[in-house]
């Protein structure tokens, strides 16, 4: 049978066990509960988590990337993303008519070729951008051309960016050992810096808990 000392020492672990559960309980309302606070954040992305929000953000349309849509037609799919001194790189297949839309049909030609495309990545509210985008290499001789058509179809350009809305990213999340939850409800990106490996996003986030 336990001793009285026995009871008491169980009593103090108890009391202990508690007001450490407080100290976590305040600590986190400390980070997460203040409605309205910012707090400074750090988002490193790898290649392989980068390749995932590039196909899922971009190349959306069932695997594909449309630069022109309709009868007459330019995309890109199969991507395969990289960094390549501060620029994301995108290796990716090119398939397209393009020429006149006449009636329900494209009069041109069908071309499709390996191509390279590139841009860099700014920060611009929860968004990443790939900015400056532009075709650096087109692997077939004879599709070459489609770069120019591609050019003229689009109003003399490719799209100058894309946007990778971040915020969704950030899902909403239980406090351990409560039932708070705490959601980010805006994010402001400060500096996008683009390493050899990873993508490094500084940020600040706003979470409300409830």
Not at 124 to 147: A, F, L, P, Y
Not at 193 to 203: G, S
Request: proline residues 3%; contains cysteine.
């Amino acid at each position: 049978m336990p001793s009285e000392s026995d009871w008491l020492d169980g009593g103090e672990a108890v009391r202990k066990r508690r007001l450490r559960q407080r100290v976590s309980f305040v600590t986190c309302l400390s980070l997460f509960g203040f409605v309205g606070r910012t707090i400074a954040s750090e988002l490193v992305i790898g290649r392989d988590a980068l390749q995932t929000v590039v196909v899922t953000s971009v190349f959306k349309d069932q695997g594909r990337w449309n630069l022109v849509k309709g009868k007459c037609y330019a995309y890109l799919e199969r991507p395969h993303v990289a960094l390549i001194a501060g620029r994301v790189i995108i290796d990716a297949h090119l398939s397209s008519r393009l020429g006149l839309t006449v009636g329900d049909s494209c009069v041109g030609t069908e071309l499709a070729s390996d191509v390279r495309v590139s841009g860099k990545l700014v920060g611009s509210g929860s968004h990443i951008e790939i900015d400056d985008i532009r075709i650096d290499n087109v692997q077939d001789e004879s599709t070459r051309s489609v770069v120019a058509l591609l050019q003229s179809a689009t109003g003399g350009s490719l799209p100058k960016s894309v946007n990778i809305d971040l915020l969704p990213l950030l899902k909403p999340t239980n406090v351990p050992g409560t039932d708070i939850k705490v959601s980010a409800t805006n994010l402001g990106i400060a500096n996008v810096a683009t390493l050899a490996d990873a993508v490094d996003v500084e940020f600040e986030i706003k979470l409300t808990a409830r």
